[in-house]
Nanobody, 116 residues
Framework: QVQLVESGGGLVQFGGSLRLSCAASIFSFRKYDMSWYRQVPGKERELVATITSAGNTNYADSVKGRFTISRDNVKNTVYLQMNSLKPEDTAVYYC??????????WGQGTQVTVSS
């Protein structure tokens, strides 16, 4: 059974940093494209960053230059380093694991709150 467990969220001041982790209990983790999404109440879940099985990365324009996604295929973990945080980054952050074209798996989410 696939399980994704996010951690590292919390309350941080404007301009601060957090590192999110997503530990995956998943066979052949290295084959999965791993992504971070975020969602605020009343809005659709939005893609923040992706790291492919090949290690290629892409980011939402709103986080480019501030966030960095990385993965450790030995620890079966994906990270999201978030720097220069802004109040508009406040959201629940979700980890996603997917092998295209199949449906992906989701974690339970971790809350990130940035105070102004």
């Amino acid at each position: 059974q696939v399980q994704l467990v996010e951690s590292g969220g919390g309350l941080v001041q404007f301009g601060g940093s957090l590192r999110l982790s997503c530990a995956a209990s998943i066979f052949s983790f290295r084959k999965y494209d791993m992504s971070w999404y975020r969602q605020v109440p009343g809005k659709e879940r939005e893609l923040v960053a992706t790291i492919t099985s090949a290690g290629n990365t892409n980011y939402a324009d709103s986080v480019k230059g501030r966030f960095t996604i990385s993965r450790d295929n030995v620890k079966n973990t994906v990270y999201l380093q978030m720097n220069s945080l802004k109040p508009e980054d406040t959201a629940v952050y979700y980890c996603n694991a997917r092998i295209i074209p199949y449906p992906g798996y989701w974690g339970q989410g971790t809350q990130v709150t940035v105070s102004s």
